[in-house]
Structure formats: C-alpha cells, structure tokens
C-alpha cells in the first residue's frame, strides 16, 4: 500500500483523511515522485548508504513498478570513496551555495526560464494553496525547490488516485499536467545541463538527466 | 391685471423681444417660495429643510388678448445660469382656489402653462400641489424666450377660452439653484380684466 | 404606493466568486433597453472592480436612504459627469487611417478627470504579491422600501405585483428627486425624454416567465433569480444557508439583490511563504459592504468548499456550481426564442 510523505510541505489546516488505497498505476507515479523528491533533498547518512549502494535507481524501479508506461531510470551509484560529509559538501556546493563562483546549478525553479524569481515563486505557492498545501515551518525550503516540486507531484498523483469521483480525480489530473508544463518541465533540462557542465558527482548528473526525462514521459502519459 | 386687445399683432405677440410688448405697461409682481410644509414627500421636506429655494421675489407680467388666444408676457433678472442639471423655468398659473401658494391642492388642481429653458415648447399641466403634476391633453400651447442682460423674458400662449373664469399667476424656478418641481417663487392671484375687443 | 408590501417578491442572487467582470450582463441590458442616442451614459447594470470609486464616481458617498429611524438622509443627485461621457477611442485612426499594425485601439486624450461605468476596472488595491480586487455587478436593487418611489412628488414609482420598482413615465415629470433619495445612485435621467429612467427587472420578460437578460446571459453562471418566498436557490442562499448579503443593507431600504461574498486566497509573506492566518481580500472591506454578517457567511462558504475538496458532498456548492444551468433561473426558464415565435 502506498504511503505520501511531506517534508517541505504541509497540510493548511486539518489534516486529510487518511485513504487506504490499493497501488495502481497512479499512486506507481506518486511513489516515482516521492523517491525524486528524496534524492534532491539534503542528504544525510541513511541516503549517503543509499547513494553508494547504488539503490536510488533499484527505489525508482521498486515505485514505478505498476506505472502504466515504460521508462528506463538506468543504474548510478556514488563512488564508496565520497564520504557522507563530501555527498552533502557537494549538494550545497552545486545547488545552494556555489563555491565562490556562484552556484553551477542552483535547485530554485524561480532562478531558471529568465523571469522574476519572486514571481515564480508566487505562482508555486499559490499551486500549493489552491490544493490546501503551504511550505512546511519545519523545513523552511523556499516554494520553488526542486524537492518541493517533486513532493507537490506525490501529493497531487496521490489525491488523483484517492478521489472518491471521476469529476474531483480529473481536478487534480489535468493540475499534474498543469504544474508540469509551468513548472517542472520549463526548467529541469537547463538544470541537468547545468549539472553536466559544473564537473558535479556523477550520481547527481544521472539524477538530474533521469528527472528530467521522467517529467517529460509523465506529462505524455497524463496527456494520453 | 388688464389683458389688452391686440388682435393684429399675433405673430409679433410670440416673441418676447417685439416691439409691440415696449409700449405696454408691465404688471410688477412678488412671489414667494412654496412652503416647505407643502411639499408633498418627506425626502423632499427634510432634505429641503435647510436648502433656501423659491428665492426670486420679482418679476412683472404684461398680458394681451389676440384673436382667441392669450399672450402672457412675463420678465425677471437671474444673475446666475445654470450647471446644466436643472434648467430656468417658468409658467403662467391659471386657476381660482385658495391654493396658489401651494400650486393647487389634492381637491382643486391649478393649470400651469409652463416653459423651461431646456424643452421644446411649453407643456400644458394639471398640478395638484407642489410638484404634483400631470400633463394635461387639453389645448395646445406655446412658448419662446429670450434672455438679454441676465434677465429672462417668456412669452406664453395659449386659448384665451383656457383662462375663463380663472385668475392668473406667476411660478418661476431658478435651474442655478437645482429649483423643479415644488421647489419654486409663486405669486398671488392676480384677476385678470379681459377687455372687450 | 404599498409600504409594507404582502405582494411576492422577486430577488437576485450574484455570486461573486464566480463573476468574472465580463459585462455581458452590463451588455445584455443596455441593448434591450438603453439603446437611444440620449441613454448613452445608462447602464441600468454595471459591474465595477472592488476596490474602486465605481459608477457614478464615488457613489458610496452620495447620500440617500434612511436613517436608524426611517428617516430620509438627503443625497446627491449624480450628474452626467459624475457618470462619466465614456471611453473615446481612435476607431478612426485605427480602422480607417492607413496604419494597421502600428496603432492600437486605446481611449483618446484628454483622460485625465474623466469618468465612465467602468473607468477603474481591474485597477483594485494593495501591492504585488498582495494586491487583490473583485467585481461587483450592480443593477437596480428593487428594494422593499424604495427610497426612490417615497421621495417621488409626482407618484410615478410604485412596486409592481411581483416586487419591481417601476415608473409611469408618462407621470415622472422629471423631477428627479428618486435619483438624489436612491442611495445605490442607480436611476438615469434622459435629458431628452425629461424622465428618469432605472433598471426595470426586465418586467415584460418577467411577466412571460422568461429571466431578466443579466441572469439568463450570465457566462458564469454567477446570477440567480427567483422569488424570494419560494422554495428555489435564491430563498435558500438567502434564508437557509445565510451565504447571500445585502450591499449596504445599512442604507435602510431593504434591497432585493444579495451578493454571495467573495473568499480569497491567502496573502503570501515577504519570503513567498503563505500567511495563513489571513485572507488577501481584508475581511474588514466585506463588512463595510456586506455587514458583520460576512464573517460567517465566508466561513460557511470555506468550510462547506473544504468539505467537497475532502471528497464530501455539500448541498450549498452544488447549489452554487448550478450544474444546469436552468437552475440560476428559478421559475422563469421560459426561452425569449419562444415566446417571440409564439407571439
């Protein structure tokens, strides 16, 4: 049975019911989502493991298991001589903070596409209140990061699978395909290129290319 | 007042500037405002209250009978012209009640031949009071003015037969002070001496 | 005319979470019924953006209605100006002059100091990320106590059977004194015709079961109608729900058009987070609209929309959504095509 889990979101006022559902193809792409939202997010010891064990591509496979198209998430695993401290010294070198030479590739949707950053994330958060979602106080990541992005995804597939009507299920339906085409898709490739560009640890590279891909595929299927 | 006898002079008689007018005597007359009390609506009488009207307390009136028709010829200075909302008005008050203060009375209507600066012709009402008006299919009558100097001179005629048995007065509302309506100066009878031609 | 009317009365709800500032209803009047070259500023229904000055300009200050105790408070008569001429636009230039593509369709000069029904649209208040506005469809609120038709010298305003407040224009003399006393400054005057002239519930419609056009050419489905005293969406939205609010019922004159109170999203804090705690249309600007009462009347309309969103059902949104669309009708769903064809 699948679970959703939020960490840089949160529930505005009561929390949902919780739904038992059975997995399915939908709830296969929310749990697609759910590991993409971990792998972006700060890596701490237990995802070093992960990393080095190669088992991020394996999750992906293991979620997407019942997904209705056919998508390959490839292999990747993190070299055994990067140290936990050197996995997360590079996620805030190449996505936060840069190392004095401005940040290669920054994780805020709002910094790509040329635009008003505040204005992307004013769209974002206002994608998220519709859907009675706010940023977490907890974990204060701006609304535009991407593991935010990805977690807004699990959460929406997730309400999709758990409609109780065909009219609601369709409501967050076409909002997947919505918040994929204005958001995630408009900027992922700039950042896997980005990515590829700044010399970054391959496993981020593969990370970066396969969500990029993904996002791409989910939207031709919700479209479908 | 006396109403002369000029049955040649029809044509000149309609317009106020004729030279036939200049050589009749002109009949001063005072008017007051309609009283506040008359006024037939409480919005009108609150928010009138403390709003002067009816302020014009002079004008003169010079009347002529030709052929069956009567000619009124009425003059009085207005400084001010008007916004644009309200127009100058006029009208000569045809009636015998005791209610000419109040512009009729719910029993005893007087007739207005009335004239306003802003319509085509005159309009010939029936009114019941203050404001009280409704138009009368009766006679056709006719009006035309002219304004020299900042003061309004208004000819209104209308079937000499119309003012049988009545008395004559005067009702005149300033547009520069939003006057309609019941918000008017009106006179006394006057008891009109038709000559016999 | 009849004070306390024991006649029935017809009602509008307008929903204004589903207005969309569209006029077509503004539209769908004027060319049924202001279509002369002298009722050119007549917009017998008009929808301004809130906050706004609205039409005539400023009209919220011109007085009129009842004081606490029903006594007549005086008012401003609107003008022409306080109406505004409207827009003038290069149409001309535009269509005619040779320069396609290089000169757009835009009001001409002078534009300052000028006014028109609706001048301000889409201009609102506050600041981006927080600026906020709504619209607000007006029309002749056919109200219970018609300050209009008691301050009429000449008795030409009455309501009708069915609750409309109409004019024999044959007896208005033009006095004008409705349009100081109406305190929603919604009465016209023909400056040719010499009569007021205001909203008349589209009464001939009415009288064939057909719904008054801004209803029934409403796109959003945003505007009800109906007797207020029979069973239907309007008397429940008004009676039983309490979601449907009176503009300025302050005024004294028992309106018959309720709005259904616009809810807003949250205002986004200087980080772009979202302050929950507040809504982005101050609710202090309802009141002052809608009274004290649209504090519950929102609350009704958020949890009742929360409930749905949880994948309950709820009798008020489906009301409000007006899945048939015969439904924003009440009892008057007769098609204008037919009664034309029938004669």
């Not at chain 1, 994330?121 to 907890?138: D, I």
């Not at chain 2, 006679?139 to 309004?152: F, M, P, T, V």
Request: hydrophobic share 40%.
């Amino acid at each position: 049975m699948f679970v959703y889990s939020l960490d840089g979101l949160e529930i505005d006022g009561d929390l949902a019911n919780d739904i038992e559902i059975e997995d399915n193809e939908i709830t296969a792409r929310s749990g697609v989502y759910q590991v993409l939202g971990q792998i972006f997010s700060v890596p701490d010891g237990t995802d070093h493991e992960l990393a080095v064990e190669g088992k991020w591509p394996e999750k992906l496979r293991e979620a997407a298991s019942l997904l209705a198209f056919d998508f390959d998430f490839g292999v990747a695993a993190l070299a055994s001589s990067v140290s936990a401290e050197d996995y997360q010294a590079e996620y805030l070198r190449l996505f936060e903070i840069g190392d004095g030479d401005g940040c290669p590739a920054p994780i805020y949707g709002g910094l790509y596409t040329g635009g008003d950053r505040r204005k992307q994330m004013e769209e974002v958060a206002r994608f998220f209140e519709y859907f009675g979602l706010k940023t977490s106080k907890e974990d204060k990541r701006p609304p535009d990061h991407l593991a935010t992005e990805f977690e807004f995804m699990q959460y929406l597939a997730f309400k999709e699978a758990a409609s109780p009507s065909p009219r609601l299920g369709g409501s967050f339906h076409r909002a997947q395909e919505d918040f994929l085409e204005r958001q995630l898709i408009s900027w992922l490739d700039e950042f896997a290129a980005k990515l590829a560009a700044a010399d970054a640890l391959p496993v981020y590279i593969w990370a970066s290319r396969t969500a990029a891909e993904f996002v791409k595929a989910d939207l031709q299927y919700l479209q479908s | 007042m006396k109403v002369d006898r000029m049955d040649n002079e029809a044509a000149d008689l309609k317009d106020p500037a004729s030279a036939v007018w200049s050589g009749l005597t002109a009949e001063n007359i005072t008017l007051a405002p309609v009283p506040l009390a008359a006024q037939p609506t409480e919005y009108i009488r609150v928010s009138r209250a403390d709003l002067p009207y009816g302020e014009t307390a002079d004008a003169s009136a010079t009347a002529v009978g030709s052929g069956d028709q009567l000619y009124v010829r009425l003059e009085w200075q207005d400084d001010e012209r008007p916004n644009g909302e309200f127009a100058d008005a006029a009208a000569v008050i045809l009636g015998s009640g005791d209610n000419i203060a109040t512009l009729g009375s719910d029993d005893i209507p007087v007739k207005l031949w009335y004239w306003a600066e802003d319509r085509e012709g005159a309009l010939n009402l029936s009114s019941r009071g203050p404001g009280v008006v409704r138009k009368n299919p009766g006679a056709s009558i006719s009006a035309a003015a002219s304004l020299d100097d900042n003061r309004w001179a208004v000819v209104l005629s209308g079937p000499a037969k119309e003012v049988s048995d009545s008395q004559m007065g005067v009702a005149i509302w300033n547009g520069s002070n939003d006057e309609r309506a019941g918000l008017a100066a009106v006179s006394g009878w006057l008891s009109l001496d038709m000559e016999a031609s | 005319m009849n004070e306390t009317s024991e006649k029935r009365q017809i009602a509008w709800v307008i929903d204004l979470n589903k207005c969309i500032g569209c006029q077509t209803c503004s539209v769908a009047c004027k060319v049924l019924w202001t279509r002369e070259e002298s009722e050119k500023a007549q917009w017998w229904c008009s929808v301004n953006t809130l906050p706004g000055k609205g039409t005539p300009k400023d009209w919220e200050g011109m007085g009129g209605g009842f004081d606490d105790a029903m006594a007549p408070k005086t008012g401003h008569q609107p003008t022409l100006a306080d109406f505004g001429g409207g827009f003038d636009f290069n149409h001309e230039e535009v269509f005619f002059g040779g320069s396609a593509g290089k000169v757009h369709l835009e009001p001409q000069a002078p534009r300052e100091g000028r006014w028109a029904m609706n001048w301000d649209e889409d201009q609102g208040a506050g600041e981006w990320p927080n600026s906020y506005y709504f619209y607000m469809p007006r029309m002749c609120n056919h109200c219970s106590k018609p300050a209009c038709a008691q301050a009429c010298p000449s008795g030409a305003m009455y309501k009708n059977d069915d609750g409309l407040v109409v004019r024999d224009e044959d007896i208005c003399s033009g006095s004008r004194f409705c349009m100081e006393a109406c305190p929603y400054k919604k009465i016209y005057f023909n400056y040719e015709r010499h009569v007021g002239q205001h909203c008349i519930g589209c009464f001939p419609r009415i009288e064939k079961g057909v719904a008054p056009a801004c209803v029934r050419q409403c796109p959003g489905r945003a505007i009800f109608t109906g007797w207020l005293s029979e069973d239907g969406p309007v008397k429940d939205l008004v009676m039983k729900h309490k979601v449907a609010l009176p503009l300025h019922g302050e005024y004294g004159t028992s309106p018959n058009v309720y709005y259904i109170p616009p809810l807003s999203p949250h205002p986004l804090n200087e980080d772009m987070s979202i302050n929950a705690e507040k809504a982005r249309i101050p609710p202090e600007e309802l009141e002052a609209l809608f009274g004290p009462e649209v504090h519950d009347a929102l609350a009704t309309m958020q949890s009742e929309m929360d409930k749905v969103r949880d994948g309950g059902s709820s009798e008020l949104m489906k009301t409000l959504i007006a899945y048939k669309w015969q439904e924003l009708l009440g009892p008057f769903t007769a098609d204008p095509a037919d009664i034309i064809a029938t004669g």
